[in-house]
Antibody, heavy 121, light 110 residues
Framework: QVQLQESGPGLVNPSQTLSLTCTVS??????????WSWVRQPPGKGLEWIAY???????YYSPSLKSRVLISLDMSERQFSLTLTSVTAADTAVYYC?????????????WGQGTLVTVSS | QSVLTQPPSVAGAPGQRVTISCTGS?????????VHWYQQLPGAAPKLIIY???NRPSGVPDRFSGSKSGTSASLAITGLQAEDEADYYC??????????FGGGTKLTVL
């Protein structure tokens, strides 16, 4: 079955860059209509979509985060990554990687377990 | 302030039926985009329980059902069980913002 696993530092200093990687197993990265996504959840709060990428390299970003976010894909490693620059305490959250089914439907069908990233000095 | 509005909390006794509403606008639900629902158990990742307004992924009990009308959608849970106690989120697509979530609803089983 599809499995996603997030990895990266659990603590980032304010104003620095947050970098996370998601490793995919049990599915082809290049499967049609499937997009590789990042979603975050601040402690005690709701879910926020960040970005997703298609295997062709097409990228899509949340308008509220677009200026600070970069999503990339390494098909040979079966990984995709998130970079968030100039972080503040407001970026403290559990970050989930997920697979989105597109095709005009856009739902997150598989999720990683999530990784907590704390922004603090 | 979430683009999709959900009640912060709902509650029901075991065996009862509860519904959770999700209200959007003509930029998202009202524009014809589908609504999807996720269940998040304490300390766990979200899990898709309804997609495409009213479809259940394999393994999701038929006690869960979804509906959509106009600019709103609802999740219904019948035969409430203790294991249903969780946070529930709706999600849709918005013309300007792309993929958006509701603020979440905490379901308490009394």
């Amino acid at each position: 079955q599809v499995q996603l696993q997030e990895s990266g530092p659990g603590l980032v200093n304010p104003s620095q860059t947050l970098s996370l990687t998601c490793t995919v197993s049990g599915a082809s990265i290049s499967e049609d209509n499937h997009y590789w996504s990042w979603v975050r959840q601040p402690p005690g709060k709701g879910l926020e979509w960040i970005a997703y990428i298609y295997y062709t390299g097409s990228t899509y970003y949340s308008p509220s985060l677009k200026s600070r976010v970069l999503i990339s894909l390494d098909m040979s490693e079966r990984q995709f990554s998130l970079t968030l620059t100039s972080v503040t305490a407001a970026d403290t959250a559990v970050y989930y990687c997920a697979r989105l089914y597109g095709g005009g439907r856009n739902y997150f069908e598989h999720w990683g377990q999530g990784t907590l990233v704390t922004v603090s000095s | 302030q979430s683009v999709l509005t959900q009640p912060p909390s709902v509650a029901g006794a075991p065996g009862q039926r509860v519904t959770i509403s999700c209200t959007g606008s003509n930029s998202n639900i009202g524009a014809g985009y589908e609504v999807h629902w996720y269940q998040q158990l304490p300390g766990a990742a979200p899990k898709l329980i309804i997609y495409g307004n009213n479809n259940r992924p394999s393994g999701v009990p038929d006690r869960f059902s979804g509906s959509k009308s106009g600019t709103s959608a609802s999740l219904a849970i019948t035969g409430l069980q203790a294991e249903d106690e969780a946070d529930y989120y709706c999600q849709s697509y918005d013309k300007s913002l792309r993929d958006v979530f509701g603020g979440g609803t905490k379901l308490t089983v009394l």
